[in-house]
């Protein structure tokens, strides 16, 4: 059964300067969550013109309940996001990364994977580009989806284990508030990346007992890996010296082997979707809206704002 929109977790969305992305973001956000979720785009001075009227126009469109916060000065990735959580108190959230496209379900199923324990510190759905958590093969960029409507069915009939991970990973992660509070939050003085942070973040909660997991029953995809800015993973070899070496033997030995090949197998016995499903899916299944209006909807607002955004980015060429 589907959490009430107050149930779910926060959806932090810490804006970038790749537009095209960040329009895909949002388009797949509104396709695959469920309609009043909390969403808060956190802009630290990074997006242009183009950007600004892509969120602009959905905003206005939007069935989730969405915020857009811009800084008149950029304060650094680290810093930002660590405010945007205090920001956020106790609550659980999701960061979610600007070029990440959520499969449907996925927040449900990471609210659902939290919930099954209370040692769970963070969990961090499958990725083509998840290190770690990635599929169909660890530490491998696999190219976007095209469909992620199969992968959707496939992993939610995962059997939901929760298996370890040394580590969350940057392209989507829900981290429980009052871990994170017990934790100290980011380190906005050591690490420039959020790339890092959140590595030294989830090292710092399973010192403390908490555990780190793959949310084997989601999937969102991203078009990148993340990556550390220069000097991070120096700090990170200083602060934490067993973190390299315990990285490459997990790598190494994957001992997700068994669960990633499952999904191989699940979804290999999905077939290709029946073009007309989404004519007449529910609101269940969309997660937002009338039948058939979300993908319709988001679509009409994503060219809509393409064009409102060049011309935007026009003006202020001309200026």
């Given at each position: 059964?589907?959490?009430?929109?107050?149930?779910?977790?926060?959806?932090?969305?810490?804006?970038?300067?790749?537009?095209?992305?960040?329009?895909?973001?949002?388009?797949?956000?509104?396709?695959?969550?469920?309609?009043?979720?909390?969403?808060?785009?956190?802009?630290?001075?990074?997006?242009?013109?183009?950007?600004?009227?892509?969120?602009?126009?959905?905003?206005?469109?939007?069935?989730?309940?969405?915020?857009?916060?811009?800084?008149?000065?950029?304060?650094?990735?680290?810093?930002?996001?660590?405010?945007?959580?205090?920001?956020?108190?106790?609550?659980?959230?999701?960061?979610?990364?600007?070029?990440?496209?959520?499969?449907?379900?996925?927040?449900?199923?990471?609210?659902?994977?939290?919930?099954?324990?209370?040692?769970?510190?963070?969990?961090?759905?499958?990725?083509?580009?998840?290190?770690?958590?990635?599929?169909?093969?660890?530490?491998?960029?696999?190219?976007?989806?095209?469909?992620?409507?199969?992968?959707?069915?496939?992993?939610?009939?995962?059997?939901?284990?929760?298996?370890?991970?040394?580590?969350?990973?940057?392209?989507?992660?829900?981290?429980?508030?009052?871990?994170?509070?017990?934790?100290?939050?980011?380190?906005?003085?050591?690490?420039?990346?959020?790339?890092?942070?959140?590595?030294?973040?989830?090292?710092?909660?399973?010192?403390?007992?908490?555990?780190?997991?793959?949310?084997?029953?989601?999937?969102?995809?991203?078009?990148?890996?993340?990556?550390?800015?220069?000097?991070?993973?120096?700090?990170?070899?200083?602060?934490?010296?067993?973190?390299?070496?315990?990285?490459?033997?997990?790598?190494?030995?994957?001992?997700?082997?068994?669960?990633?090949?499952?999904?191989?197998?699940?979804?290999?016995?999905?077939?290709?979707?029946?073009?007309?499903?989404?004519?007449?899916?529910?609101?269940d299944e969309t997660g937002s809206g009338a039948p058939g209006t979300a993908a319709s909807s988001t679509a009409a607002s994503s060219t809509a704002a393409s064009?409102?955004?060049?011309?935007?980015?026009?003006?202020?060429?001309?200026?």
């Amino acid at each position: 059964m589907a959490r009430p929109p107050a149930e779910l977790p926060i959806v932090v969305i810490p804006v970038g300067t790749d537009d095209a992305a960040l329009d895909a973001c949002l388009g797949a956000l509104e396709a695959s969550t469920p309609p009043g979720t909390r969403v808060w785009l956190a802009d630290d001075a990074r997006v242009g013109p183009r950007g600004y009227a892509i969120i602009e126009r959905w905003i206005a469109a939007t069935s989730l309940q969405a915020d857009y916060s811009r800084r008149e000065r950029g304060i650094g990735e680290v810093a930002h996001l660590d405010q945007a959580l205090a920001a956020c108190g106790d609550a659980d959230v999701v960061v979610l990364a600007p070029d990440a496209v959520p499969a449907h379900g996925w927040l449900d199923r990471l609210a659902a994977c939290l919930g099954a324990d209370g040692a769970i510190a963070t969990a961090t759905p499958w990725c083509n580009a998840g290190e770690a958590a990635a599929w169909p093969r660890i530490g491998e960029i696999a190219p976007l989806p095209d469909d992620l409507q199969p992968l959707a069915r496939a992993t939610a009939a995962m059997p939901g284990l929760c298996p370890e991970l040394p580590a969350g990973v940057s392209h989507a992660v829900l981290i429980r508030g009052s871990a994170r509070l017990r934790a100290g939050g980011l380190d906005a003085t050591s690490y420039g990346s959020w790339y890092a942070a959140l590595i030294d973040l989830s090292l710092r909660l399973a010192g403390l007992g908490w555990r780190n997991v793959l949310c084997d029953t989601a999937y969102v995809a991203r078009t990148v890996e993340g990556v550390p800015f220069e000097g991070d993973m120096e700090r990170l070899a200083v602060r934490w010296p067993d973190w390299h070496p315990r990285l490459a033997n997990f790598l190494m030995h994957d001992p997700l082997r068994e669960p990633r090949a499952r999904l191989g197998a699940l979804l290999a016995g999905i077939g290709r979707p029946d073009p007309q499903r989404d004519l007449f899916r529910d609101r269940d299944e969309t997660g937002s809206g009338a039948p058939g209006t979300a993908a319709s909807s988001t679509a009409a607002s994503s060219t809509a704002a393409s064009s409102t955004a060049d011309a935007a980015a026009d003006e202020e060429d001309r200026r």
